[in-house]
């Protein structure tokens, strides 16, 4: 009688851990399909936003939290050891990356008009938010920085003056601080093209003639320049790797893109 229980109980017991045992590879097979379609869905959104980005920045150039916690530090404490040189960094790791920045410049003159000249509260309102948000974006930009202070100083609801020359002094302190450009190895660099003209003024230089030169991977200038102190003539090294390597991929796509529309027409 006994023995006759203990079969019983071990035939159940075979039927309990297979029905569990059926239930667990059932569980895995349907966590390993929802994990797949989630995977495959995320990578076409996420190849649908990068087909909108240069090729080869699509997978460093997106929108970087860092920077904007940076702009939020700047802005809101502004403190005495802010390292403007990693604020640039971020800058270039950004979607809004813009080394140029004429767009930009553009958009930013227009939105400031209209908060000057329009009599409709609402549109006013609404354009110096705008103009806000688009200066954090590019706080980075030496260019945006110095039409921000051009217009701040003529109308202070543009911003405070002295915490965009604070930001200024900073960028420009920073690209100062990069080299000495006396060779490519310790050349001055830059991430936005304004970056350039301002370092001239920052040293006193007067530029005589350039040689933009591209070996490989990389891009420099070759500046002949007078220092206007000690009127000595000397070479200046810039590194223009980061702007000219974005502005050659945004080129290339244009390239592109343009052959193709062409193909189907």
Known sequence: ????????????????????????????AVLWVFCFSFSAMSTAVEAQ??????????????????????VSEAVNQRP??????????????????????????????????????????????????????????????????????????DDPRFGPVDFLEWVQDGLIESIVRSGDGYSLNTSYDIITLPEEEMLFIKLGLKQIDTQSVNEGYIFYN??????????????????????LRYLTAVKKEQDATMKFDIRRR
Not at 1 to 28: D, P, V
Not at 135 to 142: I, N, V
Not at 222 to 238: A, I, N
């Open 1 to 28: 009688m006994f023995g006759l229980f203990f079969i019983h109980g071990a035939i159940f017991m075979l039927k309990l851990n297979m029905t569990f045992f059926y239930n667990t590879i059932l569980g895995f």
């Open 49 to 70: 936003t990068l087909q909108e980005r240069p090729l080869e920045y699509q997978f460093t150039h997106i929108n970087n939290p860092y920077y904007d916690a940076m």
């Open 80 to 153: 005495d050891n802010y390292d403007f040189t990693k604020l640039r960094s971020l800058y270039t790791q950004t979607s809004q990356y813009d080394p140029i920045g004429n767009d930009v410049l553009e958009k930013f003159n227009k939105l400031a008009y209209v908060a000057s000249t329009d009599e409709d509260k609402e549109k006013v309102a609404n354009a110096m938010l705008e103009y806000r948000t688009l200066a954090r974006s590019h706080l980075a930009h030496m260019g945006v920085i110095l039409s921000a202070l051009s217009l701040a100083r």
């Open 222 to 243: 070759m500046h002949d320049v007078v220092d206007l102190k000690r009127q000595k003539r000397r070479t200046l090294f810039v590194n223009t790797t980061i702007p």
